[in-house]
């Protein structure tokens, strides 16, 4: 797959790493972190422009977030809500994600990029939240800067001897990605254990049921 990506990079340039990375960040699984790994070692190989890769990556990445910030945003509450309670969740407990969402959420929207499935979800889960457009931009665009830096910078330092060298390199990759994971899932498990202890203080006040025998 990479060969056959890396042809489509040298034929097309820097459009089809935009339309691939814009169209993975709107919500679709195409293969994104394939396109970076090839683009960076093509730059390496001095048969592409790194800069250009990274800023087309990085503007992709972007505005591709926005999309699905939007498409949350105007529909993502109503498919919550609508699909929800299928699965005993009420509206008052969205409410109260939502709420953890807009705290927890900034680190989660930063770290996402490197996350299969989360890249592709995290805009949208933004939008759904109603994160302020002005947080989430910060933190979409740090995120979209960050993400090729580290795949395509990367791939690009080992260029020059991928044929070489290109088993190690996806164990840097590899590396790279398994610290985010763990930020994330520190991130998201601080997010979960604050929601059970506020559902769990919820409960705790509540009146007791009246005995049935004493009645």
Same mark, same amino acid.
């Given at each position: 797959?990479?060969?056959? @990506? ?28 394939? %396109? ?23 503007? +992709? ?5 926005? =999309? ?7 529909? +993502?509450? +109503? ?9 005993? @969740?009420?509206?008052?407990? =969205? ?23 989360? &890249? ?6 933004? +939008?759904?939240? &109603? %994160? ?35 088993? %190690?390199?996806?164990? =840097? ?14 991130? @998201? ?5 604050? @929601? ?20």
């Amino acid at each position: 797959m990479l060969d056959r @990506i890396m042809e489509w990079i040298a034929d097309y340039g820097t459009v089809i790493v935009f339309a691939t990375i814009l169209i993975e960040s709107s919500g679709l699984p195409v293969p994104g972190e394939s %396109m970076l790994v090839a683009a960076g070692v093509l730059a390496g190989q001095g048969r592409i422009g790194f800069w250009e890769i990274l800023l087309a990556a990085w503007a +992709g990445g972007a505005l591709g977030d926005n =999309v699905g910030y939007a498409l949350g945003r105007r529909y +993502g509450r +109503g498919f919550v809500y609508r699909y929800a309670g299928r699965f005993g @969740i009420s509206k008052s407990q =969205v409410a109260r994600l939502e709420q953890r969402f807009l705290k927890r959420g900034p680190p989660i929207i930063l770290f996402a990029r490197f996350i299969f499935i989360l &890249r592709q979800l995290a805009g949208f889960l933004a +939008g759904t939240a &109603r %994160m302020p457009y002005g947080r989430f931009s910060f933190y979409n665009v740090l995120g979209a800067g960050l993400w090729p830096a580290a795949y395509c910078g990367g791939a690009y330092l080992l260029g020059a001897a991928v044929e070489q060298y290109l088993a %190690m390199g996806r164990w =840097v990759f590899a590396a790279v990605g398994l610290c985010f994971v763990v930020a994330l899932g520190l991130t @998201i498990h601080r997010f979960l254990r604050e @929601i059970r202890s506020e559902a769990g203080k919820e409960d705790g006040g509540l009146p007791p049921e009246p005995d049935a025998s004493s009645q």
